[in-house]
């Protein structure tokens, strides 16, 4: 079974900051992760995805992930937070092409002036 | 990018009455949706898979009779809440996913809807 796990539901960094959300997940299998930014009232935005290849993964808007299977994580980064950074940030994880996601529970992200 | 639509993006009913809410996708063509729903402050839950021209496949605890969807076009699926209640009040987003080997689901914007 599959599961995600996203540490600290919020998360407040001064602009200009380091952003680090972590998301850890379990899989049986090589897994498809992705990160989903989310403004309020609004849908999920790709911020970026790794299937395969490279493990640092680079994204929009400045942010990258890296996926390290020895610990299971696909934490996301971004070295200069900006006011427009805050958001919900979703984690998800698939076993592959066809198969559907499965959502860590969000880190909401506070960018303090 | 993939766009996905939905409409509306707002809705407030009675209790009772059903509502539909469509998705489209606008420049690919979509052989799998997905509905999700998302209270507030939490993750998205699936409460089902859509494949063009076949039925749905529902999540367990979902009721396939109270939620019904549609997926008769590879750019279009359709949710419909019937009988809504208050409890039905939610965000419910729509995601859609290209033929072949594509693994990323693209998101609509989300339907708003209130149930009085």
């Known amino acids: 079974a599959q599961s995600v796990t996203q540490l600290g539901s919020h998360v407040s960094v001064s602009e200009g900051a380091l952003v680090l959300l972590r998301c850890n997940y379990s899989?049986?299998?090589?897994?498809?992760l992705f990160w989903y930014v989310q403004y309020p009232n609004q849908g999920l935005q790709l911020l970026l995805k790794?299937?395969?290849?490279?493990?640092l993964v680079k994204g929009i808007n400045g942010f990258e992930a890296e996926f390290k299977k020895s610990e299971t994580s696909f934490h996301l980064t971004k070295p200069s937070a900006h006011m427009s950074d805050a958001a919900e940030y979703f984690c998800?994880?698939?076993?592959?092409?066809?198969?559907?996601?499965?959502f860590g529970t969000g880190t909401s992200l506070t960018v303090i002036p | 990018g993939a766009v996905v639509s939905q409409h509306p993006s707002w809705v407030i009913c009675k209790s009772g009455t059903s509502v539909k809410i469509e998705c489209r996708s606008l420049?690919?063509?979509?052989?799998?949706m997905f509905w999700y729903r998302q209270f507030p402050k939490q993750s998205l839950m699936l409460m089902a898979t859509?494949?063009?021209?076949?039925?749905?496949?529902?999540e367990q605890g979902v009721e396939k009779d109270k939620f019904l969807i549609n997926h008769a076009s590879l750019t279009l699926s359709t949710l419909t809440v019937t009988s809504a209640h208050p409890e039905d009040s939610s965000f419910y987003i729509c995601?859609?996913?290209?033929?072949?080997?594509?693994?990323?689901?693209?998101f609509g914007p989300g339907t708003r809807l209130l149930v009085l």
């Open positions: 995601s859609a996913r290209a033929g072949g080997n594509q693994e990323t689901q693209y």
């Open positions: 899989s049986s299998v090589p897994p498809y």
């Open positions: 790794y299937t395969t290849g490279a493990t």
């Open positions: 998800a994880v698939s076993e592959g092409t066809g198969n559907q996601f499965y």
């Open positions: 420049d690919f063509q979509a052989t799998t």
């Open positions: 859509s494949n063009e021209g076949s039925k749905a496949t529902y």
